[in-house]
């Protein structure tokens, strides 16, 4: 068939829009040039001259330039780079041969790079342009969709009708209807080996009208979200930059002797800039235009996080703006769910702080949570030990969503009513868990309201364990303690810290337990709060207890003892007796110590405190120990065992079998003792308890000692050190390097035992209070 004929036929049918299908039928199109050639044949025909009267030029160029600052990406390049160009293409485009390969399988023909703003998509995607030109010599074009600008995203028919007018075809031979665009897109484009670049996509629709129609182009694409839906492609998500990258980056804006000048401050300001691209070229700019700036006093500039978006901004580079974009993008319900995340300043939260701040159910919390995510807004992270997605704010974001939280944005009744919603959250899962780790305790009335899931919510019969629960949300809690702090919420950070006290005595948690103890004392004591001061002293004591402070602890303890009394709060006093009573013990004043433990035992029983009761009787057993008293120890360790089984107090019944098995050694029975010991260090293994699990290697040291295994019992001790080492347990650190010295006394290693014989007289010192008081006589 002629092409006159062609035309002919195209006439007669009516639809001048396909012409470009009939053409490549007739003449065999195989690439640009017989293309070109056959618009040759039409123009001399007549037919239909007026379609192309603008041909394609020679060669399309419209990549940007690639930024002299380009940084990193090196593997990610080279990755796509192969799979692009297939495996084992080896040889360029030139024969005929090598002219039909393009689209075959294993070749890559749709790349997504996805991310947050200012992470460098666009940035990559040039320079991969750039890199695989040469694989794509018909031509290479850039479209910004304009998808995440600010302004209206490019209509996909507006974007076909540039892209068609690159391609040669008359403006006036473009078709009205978005179809018929695309339709003639592919048409011209079938059998051209094109690069192009579709640039911050808004979404899938956006994109699929401007897909070319065969495999022997390449297009790639830049996002904010995720194209899941667009097929045939493979997508990268763009994170920050390595922190060597991202000062290397900061280097060559803003010169690299001086970077390599301040080296810590050039980390500090890559860090402030969340090791974002686009922030650090903002960073690096401002200090190329401030030669008389140090670094060390711009990274001061940038750690206040009230103005460090104010900081980054330089021309027309801002990267709150690019915020902005994606803010401005989502709905009223996600605006507000993205601002009351920054009410607690924790680094990771769940979706159940937004529930709560919401006041909505989990679902709708949920699907909030993954829009923010697929906009860019959040990150996510994983899920956590009881199977929870876990989020997080880029460091910038944050300090967006805080400006927005603490500006004209969100009225402050609505802010305060949010957050008390989220600390009565954090009330009731803290709650639910102390009561899961201290069954039968005493617990005084609460004070501040609990917040609960809405009655109708499906998700509320899935709930994992109570204890799974806490680990998971325990740092965001903590943060919890400090906000609720900051916004006068004295009393329920009060009782959320004396929650957590359960856990943290568990896990030896220490130096968390000092961080909210502290700070919420000195609170309840400007607020005039005497019960929040009482409990907050009564916790201390036993925090001071642990840690050998021995003169606070029993100050701390008198001074709670004191105010419980004066709130008629007799019950609370059991449990400061109690600890009392073996401060008293630890300090060798035996006598007191059988004091307190007998009034914290009238205490307990009177009042009907179970779990108190059981671990007095636990006390009043190991003093019975130490004195020989072994028949009396082991009917008083029975009666404590009786009541942890009776209430489900695990832990409690851990140490229980724990002091059993010193009754047993102590009386040679070595095979119940090991028994013992093997059943206590089962239950604490499962309640991570790490200082009764120390416990129990030294008490195996003992009886190894006592069995007169010298080695292996030196061996068990120093593995028992370590642990106490690494609890900071003064208090088990002093007997167990007393009982070393012993050991290497008797190897006749005099040196070694002479050394660990005066560090445990130094920290047994410190324990008492004074060189001159007795030691007292642990059993270990």
Not at 42 to 68: N, Q, S, W, Y
Not at 141 to 167: C, I, K, N
Not at 220 to 229: E, H, M, P, Q
Request: hydrophobic share 45%; aromatic share 6%.
């Amino acid at each position: 068939m002629s092409a006159a004929s062609c035309a002919a036929v195209l006439k007669e049918v009516h639809s001048p829009q396909p012409w470009a299908i009939a053409v490549s039928a007739a003449v065999g199109t195989l690439g640009s040039a017989l293309s070109l050639r056959a618009t040759t044949v039409l123009k001399g025909d007549g037919a239909v001259a007026g379609t192309f009267d603008h041909v394609a030029p020679t060669a399309i160029r419209e990549l940007p330039a690639v930024t002299a600052y380009f940084t990193g990406r090196a593997d990610l390049i080279k990755h796509i780079r192969e799979l692009v160009r297939g495996p084992g293409l080896l040889q360029r485009w030139g024969s005929r041969a090598a002219r039909h390969r393009p689209g075959r399988s294993g070749r890559l023909r749709l790349v997504m790079l996805w991310g947050r703003g200012g992470v460098g998509k666009t940035a990559l995607a040039v320079r991969l342009g750039q890199e695989l030109a040469g694989d794509f010599p018909d031509g290479q074009m850039y479209v910004d969709l304009r998808g995440a600008s600010g302004t209206s995203p490019r209509a996909p028919a507006d974007v076909l009708a540039m892209l068609l007018r690159d391609l040669g075809v008359d403006p006036a031979a473009i078709p009205e209807e978005i179809d018929d665009r695309a339709r003639l897109f592919r048409s011209r484009t079938a059998g051209l080996r094109l690069l192009i670049v579709l640039d911050n996509a808004r979404d899938e629709a956006q994109v699929q009208p401007l897909l070319p129609g065969t495999s022997t182009s390449l297009v790639i694409v830049t996002s904010r979200a995720r194209l899941s839906g667009l097929e045939g492609g493979t997508s990268f998500e763009l994170g920050a930059l390595e922190p060597d990258g991202a000062v290397e980056l900061l280097g060559k804006i803003a010169g690299f002797t001086r970077v390599a000048a301040e080296p810590e401050a050039a980390s500090e300001i890559v860090r402030a800039c969340g090791l974002l691209p686009l922030a650090i070229r903002i960073a690096g700019a401002r200090l190329a235009g401030r030669p008389g700036w140090s670094l060390e006093n711009f990274a001061r500039r940038l750690a206040n996080q009230h103005r460090r978006l104010g900081e980054l901004r330089v021309g027309s580079l801002d990267v709150r703006t690019g915020i902005t974009v994606g803010y401005n993008a989502q709905s009223a319900f996600n605006q507000r769910a993205f601002v009351l995340l920054a009410l607690c300043d924790a680094p990771t939260f769940s979706v159940l702080p937004l529930q709560a701040a919401m006041d909505c159910t989990r679902e709708q919390a949920e699907q909030s949570m993954e829009d923010l995510v697929e906009a860019q807004m959040l990150e996510w992270l994983g899920h956590d030990g009881a199977g929870r997605s876990v989020y997080r704010y880029h460091d910038l974001v944050r300090d967006y969503a805080v400006e927005l939280l603490t500006g004209d944005g969100l009225a402050a009744e609505e802010r305060r009513a949010a957050l008390e919603r989220v600390v009565g959250h954090c009330l009731r899962l803290a709650e639910d868990a102390e009561r899961r780790l201290t069954p039968g305790s005493h617990r005084l009335t609460a004070r501040f309201p609990r917040w609960s899931a809405l009655p109708d919510d499906d998700c509320a019969d899935a709930e994992p364990d109570a204890l799974q629960q806490l680990v998971a949300e325990y740092e965001f809690l903590m943060c919890a303690v400090r906000d609720a702090l900051d916004a006068g919420l004295i009393t329920a950070a009060s009782e959320l810290a004396s929650l957590l006290v359960a856990y943290q005595d568990t896990r030896a948690l220490w130096n968390d337990w000092e961080r909210t103890q502290g700070p919420v004392l000195e609170a309840c004591r400007s607020e005039g709060d005497e019960l929040g001061m009482a409990v907050c002293l009564r916790d201390l004591a036993v925090l001071r207890r642990l840690q050998g402070r021995l003169s606070e602890a029993e100050q701390h303890g008198l001074d709670a003892l004191a105010i419980f009394d004066r709130l008629c709060e007799r019950a609370a006093t059991a449990d400061c007796l109690s600890n009392l009573g073996w401060l008293y013990r630890v300090r060798g004043e035996q006598d007191q110590a059988r004091v307190y433990l007998e009034r914290a035992l009238t205490v307990a029983e009177d009042c009907r405190i179970r779990r108190t009761r059981g671990w007095i009787l636990q006390m009043r057993a190991d003093l019975e120990i130490d004195t020989g008293a072994m028949d009396t120890a082991l009917a008083l360790l029975r009666q404590s065992q009786e009541v942890f089984e009776d209430i489900g107090e695990r832990r409690g019944l851990g140490w229980t079998l724990r002091i059993m098995g010193d009754a047993y050694r102590e009386q040679e029975r070595y095979d119940q003792a090991l028994a013992q010991y093997e059943a206590a260090a089962e239950i604490m293994s499962a309640f991570d308890d790490r200082r009764g699990i120390a416990r129990i290697l030294g008490a195996i040291g003992a009886l190894r000692q006592r069995m007169g295994q010298t080695r292996d019992a030196v061996t068990q001790y120093e593995v028992s050190l370590t642990a106490f080492r690494q609890l900071g347990d003064l208090q088990w650190q002093a007997y167990t390097l007393g009982a070393l010295a012993d050991l290497h006394t008797g190897l006749g290693e005099t040196v070694k035992a002479e050394t660990y014989r005066m560090e445990a007289a130094t920290l047994l010192a410190g324990l008492t209070g004074s060189t001159s008081r007795a030691h007292p006589v642990r059993r270990l």
